[in-house]
Structures are given as C-alpha cells and as structure tokens.
C-alpha cells in the first residue's frame, strides 16, 4: 500500500513521513516514474521534511530542486534532510521566480488543496514560459476514501478522467496518465475502508516495500499499466 505514517490519531501533520522513511523501494520507484521528465530547474510543491526532494536532487539533469512547504512544522526536518537546498516557506504564490521554471513536481499534495482546479492553473503559469511539465502524484478512487482520508485532510480521491479535465482546463496538455499500485487499492480499501483502521503499523509498510511492492511496480512498468491503483501519476506540459 502507499507509504503512510505510523499515527492513530492520522493528523495531516504526521501523513506519511516516518512510513515513507522506511518506504525507500517506494521512493525510488516514483522518482524513477519522473525522471525522464524532470530537468533543469525544478519546483517541488508540498515537499514536507524533504524525503522525495533528495530523491529528485539526485536525478541526472537536474540542475537545480527548489522547495515550497507552507507548514512550518516541516521546515527543521525539511533543512535536516537536504542541507544547502533552497526551501520557501510558504505556498506557490509567494515564489519569487514566477517564470524560468523547466519542471515541477508534487507528490501526494493536490488532494488537499480544495481548489485544486485554480492550484493548477498557477502550476501552469510558472511552467508555460518554458513549456514545462508538472510531474503530478495524487490518491486515486473515489470508492476506497475512508475515514483516515478525511482525517489527513484530504478533499478527494482522483479519477483518471476527473483529473484529466482539470489538467486540460488547467491549459496543459496531457501526456501521461495511469494508475499505480494496484494491490495498494485492495490494502486501502480493506484496511481503512471496510476495517475503517485509523492508523498504520510501520512493520506491514516496511514489509510491503521490501516484499511485495518491488515485483508489482515491476509488472506495471513491464507488462501492463493496470485500470485502477490506489494512486494517479500524471505528467503534463505546460
């Protein structure tokens, strides 16, 4: 299943982090999905304590990982993380650079944006004088939102249709668009939809990653791009 935190009380604050620490088949996994993609200079959004963005530092042909986190509770962890990058603390509007920007890529952070439809409009704005893309990552499935959804914060689970209008309206042209991580669809909606469980257990997320995910990613780049997973990747241009 995707790399959640260990908490049972699931505030926002707390998702993901200290799982996806241990998730680390499941970090390479979504930085390689983006690589190809990712050049020059990039904008992550929502970069929490900086897991993922060490991951897209270390991309061949990335110049340059610039981070937006508006949370000042991830900022301590954020500089820990990833001495020397450059963090601005705060949302997309207080960017300074509002053109230049070769990419931009954001991992599990459009769900809780209520307004996603406007988020990606300015995304586009940043990226349009370059022709950029947005790398994009967010929970798929309307019919698996549970109870734990609603305590991180999240407004919705995506379809691949849904999310590919607002792409559009948005002014991108979509380029690619699947699901990921099929088994990590039937996980969520056992454990968090029918059991209703409001927290995860750190030793069935380290198992998952080490034991089960690594051959299921592989079939999906392999062999088939499944109909449905417990998450959307998206990469648009600008």
């Not at 590919?164 to 991580?181: D, K, S």
């Not at 909606?189 to 051959?215: E, T």
Request: aromatic share 14%; hydrophobic share 45%; glycine share 8%.
């Amino acid at each position: 299943m995707q790399p959640p935190e260990v908490n049972a009380a699931g505030t926002t604050a707390d998702f993901e982090f200290a799982a996806l620490n241990e998730a680390k088949n499941y970090r390479a996994a979504l930085a390689r999905e983006f690589a190809p993609f990712l050049r020059g200079q990039v904008l992550e959004i929502g970069a929490g304590v900086g897991q993922m963005t060490r991951e897209f530092r270390a991309i061949p042909g990335v110049g340059e990982v610039v981070a937006v986190e508006p949370d000042p509770r991830f900022h301590a962890g954020f500089a820990a993380n990833n001495p020397g990058t450059r963090l601005v603390k705060g949302i997309v509007a207080d960017v300074p650079e509002r053109t230049g920007w070769e990419a931009l890529v954001s991992v599990n952070v459009l769900e809780h944006i209520e307004a996603d439809a406007a988020e990606l409009k300015a995304w586009h704005g940043l990226l349009r004088e370059r022709h950029g893309r947005a790398c994009i990552f967010v929970p798929a499935r309307p019919e698996i939102y549970a109870p734990i959804d609603a305590d991180f914060g999240h407004f919705r689970r995506y379809t691949k249709p849904g999310l590919n209008r607002i792409l559009v309206e948005a002014g991108f042209t979509v380029e690619r668009l699947c699901y990921f991580n099929w088994v990590g669809y039937f996980a969520w909606w056992l454990n968090f939809r029918v059991r209703q469980q409001r927290g995860f257990d750190i030793g069935a997320v380290r198992f998952f990653d080490r034991v089960v995910f690594p051959p299921v990613h592989w079939s999906e780049r392999t062999l088939f791009r499944p109909p449905f997973g417990q998450s959307l990747l998206a990469v648009a241009r600008a």
